[in-house]
């Protein structure tokens, strides 16, 4: 069985840095790609990053391209969004998501959901 759980989501003010983790069961970074999609309120769901290790790939959304970065620790089964300064717009539900081999941006596509994490960013 799949399982994805993400946590690391909080309160933090403008600029401030956040690393939300996470943890996986059930499936290998060799075979799924992994990406971090987000919710805000009233709008559409969005891909924010996507890393692959089957053609090494690392996808970042132009909304947060320079000040997010995602990656991954085979080891600990574990994927991880560093996300630096921090604005109001990136206030969201943050969950992880898998798909089999590539990254996509077509939300359908993926395969399985974790519960999100909730970032909020004051202003």
């Known amino acids: 069985e799949v399982q994805l759980q993400a946590f690391g989501g909080g309160l933090v003010q403008t600029g401030g840095s956040l690393r939300l983790s996470c943890a996986t069961s059930g499936l290998t970074f060799d075979d799924y790609a992994m990406s971090w999609i987000r919710q805000a309120p009233g709008k559409e769901r969005e891909v924010v990053a996507c890393?692959?290790?089957?053609?090494?790939?690392?996808y970042h959304a132009d909304s947060v391209k320079g000040r997010f970065t995602i990656s991954d620790d085979n080891a600990k089964n574990t994927v991880y969004l560093q996300m630096n300064s921090l604005k109001p717009e990136d206030t969201a539900v943050y969950s992880c998501v898998a798909n089999a081999v590539f990254c996509t941006l077509q939300i359908p596509e993926f395969d399985y959901w974790g519960q999100g994490t909730l970032v909020t960013v004051s202003s």
């Open positions: 890393i692959s290790r089957s053609d090494n790939t690392r």
